[in-house]
């Protein structure tokens, strides 16, 4: 499944997945984008069909990486996250200092205005991406994309409603409109007069930015990415490790092995992964050292699906550890000629 996963990640900038870790069909998994299970070696009963359910259940209503827990049932859900998109729709004076920050961040960029003279690349040199459209062909020009932010700085309430109604018709991450709470009242007005509720408007974050007391371009564009990287950090999210990643996609058989929960102190936090070939060799990291070692170790020789947990603490076990705490590690194999 885990190329599935990479696949679906590089196209939509997210992914989520469910594993169950306890219980007669331990090892089962769910890949929500297309609807997907996988697990080996078990026939269709009752027992799975229900087991299906919970873990389904379990993954979309999850909004980060963790284990969940279903009755006597636990489950690791991961949002895997890659490549944010950062797209300032208007050219104006703070979509500058907007963009420069967006880039030093890591988002790949993208700015839209009607205006062509707004939009080019003495403005925006850091823009991998500049348009020039009418608003109201937003969707026509800027394809859906799910770990998209989007950062509506239009020049009027016409600009800000028609890229809104646009937006909210897709996924997003983060949905932020700038203006005055004359401005923003009527566009919120607007979009419910046209159908759209008020559970749908609550998601937009308006007036936009934390409230910092900015009046230069430059403090509103602070304002406004210190919100967008609050609402990106608010749940634990599994990194993509580029390493990892291509080791799946040498489709060779190994075991993955992901921190699923941990305490106190560690080097590393849930989600992180290391892939572990059958000749022992390694990419990746769940924190170094001892656990690392042990890990690795342990995991060439893995055969179903188990978790470990290593305790960290100075002192404590052959595997002390300045940092303290404990990690629960999650083992699964990987046989790319079985998927």
Known sequence: MYQKIYDIVEKNGRVKTGILLNGENAGLKYLAEEDYFECSGTSENALLQNEKTILKN????????????????????????????LIILGGGHVSQPVAEIGRLLGFHITVMDDRADFVTKERFPEADERITGDFETLSEKIPSYQNAYYVV???GHMG???CARQILKRPFAYFGMIGSKTKVRITREKLLAEGFTQEQLDQIHA????PIGGQMPAEIAVSI??????????HFRTYCDEDVEAAIRCAVPGTMVTIIEKKGSSPRGTGSKMFVFRDGRTVGSIGG????FEAGKYAVNVKEVETHIYELGQGIG?????????VRVLFEPVNPEQE
């Open 318 to 326: 052959e595997l002390g550890m300045i940092c303290g705490g404990t």
């Open 225 to 234: 990415m210190a919100e967008i990287v609050q609402e990106k950090n608010r």
């Open 58 to 85: 379990a993954v979309s209503q999850a909004a980060g990486t963790g284990v969940m827990k279903a009755g006597e049932q636990e489950i690791f859900v991961e949002t895997y996250e890659k490549n944010p998109r």
């Open 289 to 292: 050292g001892k656990v690392e």
């Open 207 to 210: 007036p936009i930015g934390l």
């Open 153 to 155: 700085v239009t020049r």
């Open 160 to 162: 800000d409603s028609a």
